[in-house]
């Protein structure tokens, strides 16, 4: 791959947020969760956790556990204007966490590793864009997070393998896009921030 092939892999990977209803093939979740673990960690540490979800009975208990302590909380002023709405869609009747993508996979790592977010941010970015090289849609989930330390989800989480010291940083929803052509939206959104400073030599 050249540097515009990457660029282009890179400027045109959306959030997909509505998924057909096909399962997502076990090759492609190969690679992209081996995308995932080939992400830089701090010190190499390597401790990222990765579960892959394709168990529609699973991916349906989550989505009911995700919408049921959601529905629990209040939104709060000044509150994350994302986790607020997911808190007021959750008392509603049709939230889903996920979009009822076919496939999620969830990372975790160690509560008490400082780069536990940005390795988990790092191994996430490279899974959408490999998904988006394999014309597959992807949307970041937080919902997850933002529970790492509810109970319920814990106790689940740990009866699928997720360690006493380990929590939830972050999660990818993947599957085929429900759009007319039945590819990604990739045309790029305007950027409205990220300003740049330049500091260069004179």
Known sequence: ?????????????????????????EEALRQIVEAGRLAPSGSNSQSTRFFVITDPALLAELAVTVKEEFAKMEAAPGMYASMAGAIRAAKGERYVFHYNAPALIVTANKKDYGNNMVDCACALENMMLLANALDLGS????????????????RRFRELGLMEDERIYGAVALGWPDTESGLPEREPLPRKGNPVQWIMDS
């Open 139 to 154: 949307c970041w989930i937080n919902q997850l997070r933002w529970l790492n330390e509810n109970e319920r989800l814990l």
């Open 1 to 25: 791959m050249n540097a515009h092939d990457a660029f282009e892999l890179i400027r045109t990977r959306r959030s997909t947020r509505k998924y057909l209803d096909k399962p997502v093939g």
